[in-house]
């Protein structure tokens, strides 16, 4: 059996999860000083992902209440990370607030989206009428 | 029904229901329905993922780019790809994934498909043009009907290689070319059978010369394109099978350069993806 919620919730989850790592991607060309010069497409790419998050995040945790959680930590990442060449630029000081702030965020993600799966897992084996009738004599389905 | 007989003999209602549950249980571990899906707002215009979603066997994976899809796309198979968006973007994209991967079926989700332009369009790229306009359940049990003709074909294909044969291997080991380009240069007649995830293909050769190519529905040159972008899978060969039908009038180096410049233009639209994770 599927549940549609439970379903919409994994993919949601997997699709934030796929930006805030290709935001780690900039986020680490930056913060390596050997790379070479940052281009404008570079950038570009930086500000999709940017805005891609930004528009999305607030929706995505408000689907998992994770909204309380996460927001603040969420913003404080995209307000800190303006550009490739911002991130460039910011103090060691802002540079671990900014890593740890990212950190936080993505190991969230990570748990529910592994206990979310997990919970899929369980549904998965079972069928909408062994749920029911489980429900029925009150005890777990097998 | 032996399970609903069961239910009202027995006295042990534990046991009924143990055994009932057991009977209702469905077997997961079968083969799902791969759908590579590009949509490039996957969050907020999901109703088509949503409906993809609740199909049991299906696993669906989501990218936001035309060039993020041919980067997945040449590193992974999938059994149908499903565009969704504004009616002339998502034709454009779905045509330009089928010059690039013939024989990957391709659907469109769009708004409306009264356009008849775009009609013959999509005819001309063998690509399924779904209107979205219509009620949820209508909608859900178009693409059911759509998912559910790979179901059956799912699957991973026999080895059957003969020890016999005269020339066994792997392809990613040597590619497709470069095989292909030894038996032409040696001018050799015979059979090549190539067997992959993605299914079997055959071409043929007649004195150095490709004569014909087959792959699913796929003949001639097409058939040749998509077997020079396999990395995975073994082939063989067999001296002296000739076939009677001839799809490929070309020589061979024209195809070898044709395909390789093709092969090179697939690369460069994974550009922006590949910077990207640089």
């Given at each position: 059996?599927?549940?549609?919620?439970?379903?919409?919730?994994?993919?949601?989850?997997?699709?934030?999860?796929?930006?805030?790592?290709?935001?780690?991607?900039?986020?680490?060309?930056?913060?390596?000083?050997?790379?070479?010069?940052?281009?404008?497409?570079?950038?570009?790419?930086?500000?999709?992902?940017?805005?891609?998050?930004?528009?999305?995040?607030?929706?995505?945790?408000?689907?998992?209440?994770?909204?309380?959680?996460?927001?603040?930590?969420?913003?404080?990442?995209?307000?800190?990370?303006?550009?490739?060449?911002?991130?460039?630029?910011?103090?060691?000081?802002?540079?671990?607030?900014?890593?740890?702030?990212?950190?936080?965020?993505?190991?969230?993600?990570?748990?529910?989206?592994?206990?979310?799966?997990?919970?899929?897992?369980?549904?998965?084996?079972?069928?909408?009428?062994?749920?029911?009738?489980?429900?029925?004599?009150?005890?777990?389905?097998? | 029904?032996?399970?609903?007989?069961?239910?009202?003999?027995?006295?042990?209602?534990?046991?009924?229901?143990?055994?009932?549950?057991?009977?209702?249980?469905?077997?997961?571990?079968?083969?799902?329905?791969?759908?590579?899906?590009?949509?490039?707002?996957?969050?907020?215009?999901?109703?088509?993922?949503?409906?993809?979603?609740?199909?049991?066997?299906?696993?669906?994976?989501?990218?936001?780019?035309?060039?993020?899809?041919?980067?997945?796309?040449?590193?992974?198979?999938?059994?149908?790809?499903?565009?969704?968006?504004?009616?002339?973007?998502?034709?454009?994209?779905?045509?330009?994934i089928r010059q690039h991967f013939p024989s990957l079926e391709v659907v469109c989700l769009v708004e409306q498909?009264?356009?008849?332009?775009?009609?013959?369009?999509?005819?001309?790229?063998?690509?399924?043009?779904?209107?979205?306009?219509?009620?949820?359940?209508?909608?859900?049990?178009?693409?059911?009907?759509?998912?559910?003709?790979?179901?059956?074909?799912?699957?991973?294909?026999?080895?059957?290689?003969?020890?016999?044969?005269?020339?066994?291997?792997?392809?990613?080991?040597?590619?497709?070319?470069?095989?292909?380009?030894?038996?032409?240069?040696?001018?050799?007649?015979?059979?090549?059978?190539?067997?992959?995830?993605?299914?079997?293909?055959?071409?043929?050769?007649?004195?150095?010369?490709?004569?014909?190519?087959?792959?699913?529905?796929?003949?001639?040159?097409?058939?040749?394109?998509?077997?020079?972008?396999?990395?995975?899978?073994?082939?063989?060969?067999?001296?002296?099978?000739?076939?009677?039908?001839?799809?490929?009038?070309?020589?061979?180096?024209?195809?070898?350069?044709?395909?390789?410049?093709?092969?090179?233009?697939?690369?460069?639209?994974?550009?922006?993806?590949?910077?990207?994770?640089?």
């Amino acid at each position: 059996m599927r549940d549609s919620t439970l379903e919409t919730q994994i993919r949601l989850l997997t699709l934030e999860v796929e930006n805030w790592k290709k935001l780690h991607d900039f986020i680490t060309y930056a913060l390596d000083k050997s790379k070479p010069i940052i281009s404008a497409d570079q950038e570009r790419q930086f500000t999709e992902i940017r805005a891609l998050l930004l528009q999305e995040s607030e929706h995505v945790f408000s689907q998992v209440d994770l909204v309380t959680e996460l927001s603040g930590k969420t913003m404080n990442v995209l307000q800190r990370a303006t550009s490739i060449r911002g991130v460039r630029e910011l103090s060691a000081e802002e540079t671990r607030r900014l890593e740890a702030d990212w950190n936080g965020v993505f190991t969230r993600i990570g748990v529910v989206q592994g206990q979310l799966k997990g919970r899929r897992r369980d549904l998965l084996g079972r069928s909408f009428l062994s749920m029911s009738l489980a429900r029925l004599f009150g005890r777990k389905a097998a | 029904m032996a399970a609903v007989v069961a239910f009202f003999t027995r006295e042990n209602p534990a046991g009924i229901e143990a055994r009932f549950l057991l009977f209702l249980s469905r077997d997961v571990s079968t083969v799902e329905t791969r759908l590579l899906i590009l949509n490039p707002d996957p969050v907020f215009e999901d109703r088509a993922l949503a409906l993809f979603d609740a199909m049991p066997k299906v696993e669906t994976r989501i990218v936001r780019t035309l060039s993020e899809a041919v980067y997945i796309l040449m590193r992974e198979n999938f059994d149908l790809f499903v565009v969704e968006g504004e009616s002339r973007v998502a034709v454009g994209q779905a045509t330009n994934i089928r010059q690039h991967f013939p024989s990957l079926e391709v659907v469109c989700l769009v708004e409306q498909t009264q356009d008849a332009t775009l009609r013959e369009e999509a005819l001309q790229q063998n690509i399924e043009l779904v209107a979205t306009n219509c009620s949820d359940r209508q909608l859900r049990s178009r693409l059911r009907r759509i998912v559910s003709a790979f179901e059956r074909q799912s699957g991973t294909p026999a080895e059957g290689i003969d020890p016999c044969h005269s020339l066994v291997g792997n392809l990613n080991q040597f590619s497709a070319a470069e095989i292909l380009q030894m038996s032409c240069m040696s001018q050799r007649s015979g059979r090549f059978t190539f067997k992959s995830s993605r299914g079997n293909s055959e071409i043929y050769l007649h004195h150095g010369m490709v004569r014909h190519a087959i792959y699913s529905s796929l003949e001639g040159e097409g058939a040749v394109a998509e077997i020079f972008r396999w990395r995975q899978g073994r082939f063989y060969f067999e001296e002296g099978i000739i076939s009677q039908v001839q799809t490929v009038n070309r020589p061979w180096t024209h195809l070898l350069l044709d395909n390789l410049q093709k092969l090179d233009e697939t690369v460069q639209l994974t550009s922006a993806q590949g910077s990207n994770e640089r």
